[in-house]
């Protein structure tokens, strides 16, 4: 009705999303941005520990993210398929077996991101869960800089697949056939279930819901 259209014709939007979400997070912004204008959106893009602690003071009304704290009031939505990869660079002599176990690896250097990134704790528990020890070498802030690392030879590391192109090759890297990888994992967005959406917010939602249904999966 025109009072709900007068609530979308000028507003504001805070989300807050995990750092690996930057590689499709703002294409899935694009329609409702296209379609309400008036709406200024802010991203703040930050790593897993940034993100809990901005949801907990409340800055954002959603947040992307792949581990929700248990310790907030927190309505979840999972809209996306999360596959995590060991990568290794493209000539790796690993990178030509066909099958490979996480114990195979462990003798290699391991890249990791941050501590308080997601990706680092999803991947520390898998690896607790098979009961391999493979402590990080070297830790880097960010997906990026842990692709340059590892294609500059200097270890493994397990990122998202979003992180990668199509291609991995293309980038001089590839996935490693590890059993247990990918490991399956969701992108959730979350928000405060002991406060009201704004209707911006309920706006971006239902379109999100009505358009992720039949996007196509990221290849793994
Ligand atoms: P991050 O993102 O590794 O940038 O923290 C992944 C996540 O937290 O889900």
Known sequence: DAADLQGLRRGRLRIAAVTTT?????????????????IEIELAVENRASVVARLQRGDDELAAMMLPPTHLPLARWPFLENPLVLIAPAGHPLAARRRLKLADLVTEPLLAREAGSGTRAAAEQAFSEQGVDWPPRMALGSNEAVKHAVRAGLGLAVLSRHTLAADPASEG??????????LRRHWQLVWRNDRALSLPARTLLDDLRARLHVRARPAT
């Open 173 to 182: 890297l590839a996935v490693l056939p590890v059993a247990g990888f990918p």
């Open 22 to 38: 930057e590689y499709f997070l703002p294409d899935l912004l694009g329609p409702f941005a296209r379609q309400y204008p008036g």
